[in-house]
């Protein structure tokens, strides 16, 4: 039986670009090269969940499913988390096998990004070559996932990469999946005040303006990092090696997460933070805001001991400036916190050069490429973590970014992060490359 790709289109996303580019691009293309295809439109919020829902009962448990997702992170996030709500809830017998191709038609395209960073040209062959030769650089660009689809239905196995997704936990509320970004700090907070802001900035102005009002807030928690072996990265010797700006402890089963096993060690990161995040599959968040620059230059592996996720740390307390600042009051120790946490994200669209920056070890405590100081931001490597809230009158701080959507922990209460469990040989989400 022929294969069917299943195009899921929200026509909401990138301002309504998702529909019109599948009219005008996506469609002659599946037609030129003969593929059977079923449009999807989401009709609302989560409407791609239950899309998700319909195609999985829909094909045969032991039958791939072939998706294409026309818009956003978010799009796709909902897919995934529908998806799996539908699993938890009957009989788990695995969730199949999905095999998503990425169109970047949303607001927030990461994972597109971090998969095709760099417009080429491909070397296709037949009647795809033939149809791609008559499309500009930017439309074959942003076809690349899709491409990567159709060469793969000669070859199944090429260019498919398995896509991690991380359960988080919070309270007594159902877990919540990521596939993207799961963070807190700065990067949930401008998610969560951006939105107050959408009717008046529909555009991406408002993230900046959220930026600028959180750019200088001390986010007061701490964290604790598990796994068989968190490491940390070090600019000095381009690797991972055993964490070396937090010491592990011994923490009581009480106040331990429930997930942690007695092969898994813990390590406590003190608070207050400026920046936190943690992703399993995107180096980058925007085409040239490279985030994570380890995840692709140093790919996780065996040595990882299993699955993992990169952490990107900003400590204000650690930073020789702010430290200063803080005999002139409160006031100015926000804004050396704004200013150098404003430096630091410069960095971040120098291809990712932050991870790579320390503090100079004289008095200015500037900030350095590989110098011999201390590191201006951690990277850790783990298999999950706790976010543990310590001021319940700060609500910021309980803040929790999945994927684009805000969560908020109650008082009291921690956010757990830890990877998702292997579905039955094969089965699981994967995304063509």
């Not at 469609?27 to 295809?37: V, W």
Request: overall charge negative.
């Amino acid at each position: 039986m022929a294969p069917v790709f299943h195009v899921i289109v929200n026509p909401a996303a990138g301002h309504g670009q998702a529909a019109d580019f599948v009219r005008a691009k996506v469609e002659p293309l599946l037609k030129h090269c003969q593929i059977a295809y079923k449009i999807h439109q989401t009709s609302g919020v989560k409407d791609a969940g239950r899309i998700g829902q319909e195609i999985q009962n829909s094909i045969p448990l032991e039958e791939p499913r072939l998706v294409i997702v026309a818009g956003g992170d978010g799009t796709a996030h909902e897919l995934i988390e529908g998806i799996l709500d539908q699993s938890s809830a009957g009989d788990d017998q695995g969730i199949g096998t999905w095999r998503l191709a990425i169109l970047p038609c949303g607001t927030a395209n990461a994972l597109f990004h971090s998969l095709f960073p760099d417009s080429h040209r491909h070397d296709s062959v037949g009647e795809l070559g033939q149809h791609l030769a008559t499309l500009t650089n930017e439309d074959e660009h942003q076809l690349s996932s899709l491409t990567s689809a159709i060469e793969s239905l000669k070859a199944p196995q090429t260019n498919v990469l398995p896509l991690p997704i991380t359960l988080t936990t919070i309270a007594s509320q159902k877990r919540i999946p990521t596939h993207i970004v799961l963070s807190t700090s700065l990067h949930a907070s401008i998610l969560h005040d951006s939105e107050a802001l959408r009717e008046t900035m529909p555009g991406i102005e408002r993230f900046k303006v959220a930026a600028s009002q959180n750019m200088s807030v001390a986010f007061k928690a701490d964290a604790v990092l598990r796994g068989t072996r968190v490491r940390q990265y070090s600019p000095k010797t381009k690797s991972f090696i055993e964490p070396f700006t937090i010491s592990d402890a011994s923490i009581s089963a009480s106040s331990s997460s429930s997930s942690s096993s007695s092969s898994t060690k813990e390590w406590v990161v003190p608070g207050p933070f400026s920046y936190f995040l943690s992703t399993t599959t995107a180096n980058r968040l925007e085409q040239a805001f490279v985030v994570a620059p380890t995840l692709s230059l140093l790919p996780p592996g065996s040595e990882d001991g299993g699955p993992s996720m990169d952490i990107i740390i900003i400590r204000p307390g650690r930073d020789p400036s702010v430290i200063a600042a803080q005999d002139q009051g409160e006031e100015a120790t926000g804004k050396m916190r704004a200013k150098r946490l404003g430096e630091i994200a410069g960095n971040i669209y120098k291809n990712g050069s932050h991870v790579n920056l320390t503090f100079a070890r004289d008095e200015s405590g500037s900030l350095e490429h590989g110098g011999e100081g201390e590191v201006a931001v951690e990277v850790f490597r783990a298999q999950g973590f706790d976010w543990i809230p310590t001021d319940t009158s700060h609500q910021a701080s309980h803040y929790v970014c999945a994927d684009g959507d805000i969560h908020v922990i109650p008082s009291g209460e921690r956010a757990i992060v830890e990877l998702m469990d292997r579905h039955p040989a094969g089965h699981g989400f994967f995304v063509w490359k």
